[in-house]
């Protein structure tokens, strides 16, 4: 979804072809349309790289949370070349060490154990959205 409000932007790496890719998208999706659905929203990190005016206009100087599969960081850096100001950078590699020998499933289905992953980092999540909501904007 994209508006101009000044809900919080959560924005996961494209990711294809890979589980951690899958992973941020859902951790995307689970926390701005169910955990945080009135503080946040999703935005779509294709338009942000091909369209770097037009996305620039919706979040130049408001907060985001980028949600990045691999150290690339593509989110995190996309963001902040349109002038999105990164309050979290995520990486989901990160919550795979602590889950060493995790079986989480493909770049296209999730095992249970790969969507207990995405509920932990969700979760962690949704609570760094509900503390920059509360700061205002
Ligand atoms: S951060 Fe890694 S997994 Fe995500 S789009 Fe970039 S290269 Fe792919």
Redesign the pocket.
């Given at each position: 979804m994209i508006s101009m409000s000044n809900k919080i932007k959560v924005i996961p790496?494209?990711?294809m072809g890979?589980v951690?890719?899958l992973v941020?998208r859902e951790v995307a999706l689970k926390v701005a349309n169910e955990l945080c659905a009135h503080q946040s929203e999703n935005m779509c990190l294709a338009f942000v790289s091909t369209d770097g005016e037009a996305s620039g206009k919706l979040i130049k100087g408001k907060k985001c949370i980028t949600i990045?599969?691999?150290p690339?960081?593509?989110?995190a850096k996309n963001v902040a070349n349109v002038g999105g100001i990164v309050k979290e950078e995520y990486r989901v590699i990160d919550a795979f060490r602590k889950h060493k020998g995790a079986k989480a499933g493909t770049a296209t289905e999730l095992t249970e154990e790969g969507w207990e992953i995405v509920d932990e980092i969700a979760d962690e999540l949704a609570k760094k959205v509900k503390e920059l909501s509360k700061e205002g904007n």
């Open positions: 790496c494209s990711g890979k951690l890719g941020s990045d599969g691999c690339k960081m593509c989110a």
